[in-house]
């Protein structure tokens, strides 16, 4: 077991794990059951720049926390609060360049059935991990006024 802001509770599936499933998903789902094409070529074309944005945001994210020496993982304590970089634009940035990648995929298979699982991933983290963490993150003093200039995706 660990313990998890003040709570024990069994080892959790972390972000990153939901995030590939859904996007098998999505591209399993794009072949095996596409339902109404809705985005086509050039249109499609895109998604390519969400995925490289999404990729670009959670690179960038990770250099941060390994700059300032602090944890990426949920439900590990935080003794850091950065508010640089990525984290101008948005309080979870790494949860935003995942869901810019899976809607990214769903654009380029232009299919309405890939559409599904960005918001899907959207659902799991805002009540899986984003209510604990920023609990968490209260702890900081100047988190609540950053949390008044800072949206939570974007």
């Known amino acids: 077991m660990m313990e ?26 794009h072949f095996i059951l596409p339902i109404k094409k809705i985005i086509f070529i050039p249109y499609s074309y895109f998604g390519w720049l969400l995925i490289l944005f999404g ?6 994210t990770d250099a941060l926390f390994k700059k300032h020496k602090t944890t990426v993982k ?3 304590k935080s003794d850091k609060f950065i508010i640089e970089g990525p984290f101008k634009i948005s309080r979870h940035p790494m949860y935003l360049g995942m869901f810019c990648i899976l809607l990214g995929v769903a654009i380029i ?20 991990f984003i209510k604990l963490e920023e609990e968490e993150m209260s702890k900081f003093k100047a988190y609540k006024d950053y949390k008044k200039r800072v949206r939570k995706w974007i």
């Open 55 to 60: 990729a670009v945001l959670n690179l960038w």
């Open 74 to 76: 949920p439900g590990k």
């Open 109 to 128: 298979h232009g299919s309405l059935s890939g559409f599904i699982f960005p918001a899907v991933f959207i659902i799991l983290m805002e009540k899986l």
């Open 4 to 29: 998890q802001y003040g709570f024990k509770m069994k080892k959790k599936i972390m972000p990153p794990t939901y995030f590939f499933i859904l996007l098998g998903l999505s591209i399993l789902f």
